[in-house]
Nanobody, 123 residues
Framework: VQLQASGGGLVQAGGSLRLSCVAS??????CAWFRQAPGKERDFVAA?????????LGDSVKGRFTISRDGRKKNMVYLKMNSLKPEDTALYYC??????????????????WGQGTQVTVSS
C-alpha cells in the first residue's frame, strides 16, 4: 500500500495550488488531506469517500478548498486550494483507509499516510 502526495510549492497569498495524491495497493473507503504547520498539531483539511459523493471540509478552508477524485484515474485524489493565505502554510499529507470511517475528520481513522508535500504561502 502506498500513497504519494505531490503538487506543493511556494505561492503568494491569494494564489492557488492543486495537490495530488496517488493511491495504490488497496481499495480505500475514504481518502483525506491533513496538514501540519511547524510547532502545531496536525489538522484536518478535507476528506472524501471513494465514490466521491460525500465530502468534508475543515472550517478554515470551507469556500476555498475542494477535494475531488479524478474522473478517469480512480486512484487519484486532488485538493484544489484557492485564495491561499499565509496561515495555510504547512506540510500537507494525504491519508486513506480501507475500513469504514465514522469520523472522517479524525486522523486516527486513517491507516495509510503519504510522505507529505510542503505548501508555503507568502504574504
Amino acid at each position: 500500500v502506498q500513497l504519494q502526495a505531490s503538487g506543493g510549492g511556494l505561492v503568494q497569498a491569494g494564489g492557488s495550488l492543486r495537490l495530488s495524491c496517488v493511491a495504490s495497493g488497496e481499495t480505500f473507503s475514504t481518502c483525506a488531506w491533513f496538514r501540519q504547520a511547524p510547532g502545531k498539531e496536525r489538522d484536518f483539511v478535507a476528506a472524501m469517500n471513494w465514490r466521491g459523493d460525500k465530502t468534508y471540509l475543515g472550517d478554515s478552508v470551507k469556500g476555498r478548498f475542494t477535494i475531488s477524485r479524478d474522473g478517469r484515474k480512480k486512484n487519484m485524489v486532488y485538493l484544489k486550494m484557492n485564495s491561499l493565505k499565509p496561515e495555510d502554510t504547512a506540510l500537507y499529507y494525504c491519508a486513506a483507509t480501507p475500513r469504514l470511517v465514522t469520523g472522517p475528520t479524525n486522523e486516527y481513522e486513517y491507516d495509510y499516510w503519504g510522505q507529505g508535500t510542503q505548501v508555503t504561502v507568502s504574504s
